[in-house]
């Protein structure tokens, strides 16, 4: 039952890349799904590491960068006759140079773990940044590498030209990437991998080398990033050093903990959001990377296991019925939140124009309300609304706390109820 119960899970998952193009037409909404494949893979391949081998890691982007970069040569000198590789198998570069720098790289890496292994990579990360910029021979300085994934005679009708095509070739690998990362979760690896997670010294008893399972699952996770680095080589015929860089590994870290590193769905809601909020919510305002700042810490504090655990927390609940009880404290926390969400948006808002807007006069318009940045009363007004919302938030959610919390002690005493 659960094995047809999976194959439906991975059916729907397959209708939805298939159908998402047909329902979102738009050129700029398969542009928007494109990116959405790519950070899946990125993220999920990241989770193998943070989630799975507890392995927090702030150089990720060296190995999607990579791939990347050596994905773009080949095309590049498939364009010009001198390699024999279809346009498909593009991805594949970039998939095995992650690989290959996982195994150069990682060998130095996963000699240590904790915040050992972190620092560790937070210095190849920066080493290999660096280099980009020091050799503009092979990574093309600060303009990057271009290339054109137009090559060769059209197969079946299929260039890779229109944006629809490339979607179609993302979905491809995305879907077999995400399986195959799942099927690595049920391995002996990865079982073990978990196991290093949780007590490394126990494994060491029991008789496995807990570093060699680190190294193992670091090129795992090396060749999905590679995989994704040179999918978005095809994508955007562009490659810069801005995708080896700390922002990016920061970015990988940053959703993929926002989505949930305890479920394997957590990652592709974190891929999700990251192209969201990079595409549309930096288009709002000039202080995005400010607003994900403060969201992240308002998730470490609130909702440590990330949206994909609240979800399942809810649906066991729901499962009892026990949710239709929690639905107005859901509410009024959320509304608590939304008026300290203005009050503290209203706040950045101001300041960011005052010092990157000041030459344009002190008035601005924001939540459909004029603000004038050089009334105090105005200041206070906000600081009053976020404070309001903030203490507002503080109350709901201690009730909902309590309510919360008896709500699971019903439900472990339930099932000894039955037993009994």
């Not at 659960?2 to 991975?10: L, P, T, Y």
């Not at 990347?68 to 024999?84: C, D, M, P, Q, V």
């Not at 706390?401 to 109820?417: F, V």
């Amino acid at each position: 039952m659960a094995r047809v119960s999976q194959r439906m899970v991975w059916g729907v998952f397959a209708l939805m890349l298939l159908a998402a193009p047909m329902a979102l037409s738009s050129s700029f909404s398969i542009a928007i799904l494109c990116q959405i494949g790519i950070a899946i893979i990125a993220c999920l391949s990241y989770n193998v590491l943070l989630g799975q081998g507890g392995m927090l890691s702030f150089g990720h982007a060296v190995y999607s960068g990579l791939g990347s970069f050596l994905a773009i040569h080949a095309l590049n000198l498939a364009s010009t006759g001198k390699l024999s590789i279809p346009v498909s198998l593009i991805p594949l570069v970039g998939g095995l140079t992650g690989l290959l720098f996982a195994v150069l790289l990682g060998y130095v890496s996963t000699k240590k773990s904790g915040t050992t292994f972190a620092m560790i990579t937070l210095g190849v990360g920066e080493l290999v940044f660096a280099m980009s910029l020091m050799f503009p021979e092979f990574f093309g300085g600060e303009r990057g590498i271009s290339g054109n994934r137009v090559v060769g005679e059209p197969f079946l009708g299929v260039t890779f030209g229109p944006q629809r095509q490339v979607y179609y070739l993302i979905a491809a690998y995305t879907f077999v990437s995400v399986w195959a990362m799942y099927a690595f979760t049920r391995t002996p690896l990865g079982r073990m991998l978990n196991a290093v997670r949780d007590n490394a010294e126990r494994v060491e008893f029991v008789g496995y080398d807990a570093r060699r399972v680190r190294y193992l699952a670091f090129i795992i996770a090396g060749f999905f990033a590679g995989i994704s680095g040179g999918l978005a080589a095809l994508n955007f015929e562009i490659v810069t050093a801005e995708v080896m860089s700390s922002t990016r590994s920061g970015a990988y870290l940053l959703f993929t903990f926002v989505g949930g590193t305890t479920f394997f769905i957590g990652p592709i809601i974190g891929a999700v959001l990251m192209v969201l909020a990079i595409t549309l919510f930096s288009g709002l305002t000039k202080a995005w990377l400010l607003y994900l700042g403060l969201i992240f810490v308002f998730m470490v504090i609130y909702a440590p296991g990330g949206i994909a655990s609240l979800i399942m927390m809810n649906v066991r609940v729901a499962s009892f019925g026990r949710l239709r009880e929690l639905l107005p404290r859901y509410a009024a926390m959320l509304a608590s939140i939304l008026v300290m969400f203005a009050g503290a948006s209203a706040l950045i808002e101001m300041a960011y124009h005052t010092q990157l807007d000041g030459v344009s006069g002190s008035e601005l318009r924001f939540l459909g309300v004029g603000w004038n940045t050089h009334n105090p009363w105005h200041w206070a007004a906000a600081s009053a609304v976020m404070l309001l919302g903030g203490v507002c938030f503080e109350a709901v959610r201690r009730r909902f706390a309590a309510h919360w919390g008896r709500i699971q002690a019903d439900l472990e005493y339930a099932p000894k109820q039955e037993r009994s």
